[in-house]
Nanobody, 120 residues
Framework: QVQLVESGGGLVQPGGSLRLSCGAS????????MGWYRQAPGKQRELVASLTSGGNTNYPDSVKGRFTISRDNTKNTVYLQMNSLKPEDTAVYYC??????????????WGQGTQVTVSS
């Protein structure tokens, strides 16, 4: 049984920092591309950061330079360091694990989400 469990969300003031963690079980973690997505009320879920099994990262312009994704394959855990947080970063943040073979996604798993609220 595959499980992705996020932690680290909470309330933070604008300009503050948070680090999200996502522990994975039931998968060969090192083979998976890992990602963080977020969904604000009334908006579509959007990619925040991704990290391939080979170490390549991708960020949208909205978080580039502020957010950093990393992984520890020995702990089956992916992290999202979020700095200089803005009120518009408020959302539920989801962890994603995806196995891609060639150009085909063969497995796709999601965590339950963790709330991040940026407010003074």
């Amino acid at each position: 049984q595959v499980q992705l469990v996020e932690s680290g969300g909470g309330l933070v003031q604008p300009g503050g920092s948070l680090r999200l963690s996502c522990g994975a079980s039931g998968i060969i973690f090192s083979s998976y591309a890992m990602g963080w997505y977020r969904q604000a009320p009334g908006k579509q879920r959007e990619l925040v950061a991704s990290l391939t099994s080979g170490g390549n990262t991708n960020y949208p312009d909205s978080v580039k330079g502020r957010f950093t994704i990393s992984r520890d394959n020995t702990k089956n855990t992916v992290y999202l360091q979020m700095n200089s947080l803005k009120p518009e970063d408020t959302a539920v943040y989801y962890c994603n694990a995806r196995l891609v073979l060639g150009s085909i996604t063969t497995s796709d798993y999601w965590g339950q989400g963790t709330q991040v609220t940026v407010s003074s």
